[in-house]
Nanobody, 125 residues
Framework: QVQLVESGGGLVQAGGSLRLSCAAS????????MGWFRQAPGKEREFVSA????????AYADSVKGRFTISRDNAKNMVYLQMNSLKPEDTAVYYC??????????????????WGQGTLVTVSS
């Protein structure tokens, strides 16, 4: 069992930056691939970024590539999403997710086993 708690969301102007954090608890957190997803009002939850269990592989949605960076610190049971050059269309609730796999990274919502409660990011124009 893995419990996930996100933090770091808030209100920021377009062009600004935020860093989201996800604190994980559970014995085997370090064996999980981790992902970030987001859901805007009236839209489906979508993939943002993912990182493999050792951090050697990452993946990004085209819409955030070059602006967002995912990282993890297994010693601290943390995963981060650094978001730069934010745009109003980045406004959403951001969710941290864990997938019990050492096989790489996944981009599908249904491939993840555990989810956090989400943190709201609002980007004003």
């Amino acid at each position: 069992q893995v419990q996930l708690v996100e933090s770091g969301g808030g209100l920021v102007q377009a062009g600004g930056s935020l860093r989201l954090s996800c604190a994980a608890s559970g014995r085997v957190y370090s064996s999980y691939a981790m992902g970030w997803f987001r859901q805007a009002p009236g839209k489906e939850r979508e993939f943002v970024s993912a990182i493999s269990w050792r951090g050697g592989r990452t993946a990004y949605a085209d819409s955030v590539k070059g602006r967002f960076t995912i990282s993890r610190d297994n010693a601290k049971n943390m995963v981060y999403l650094q978001m730069n050059s934010l745009k109003p269309e980045d406004t959403a609730v951001y969710y941290c997710a864990a997938e019990n796999t050492r096989a790489g990274v996944s981009t599908g919502v249904y491939e993840y086993d555990y989810w956090g409660q989400g943190t709201l990011v609002t980007v004003s124009s």
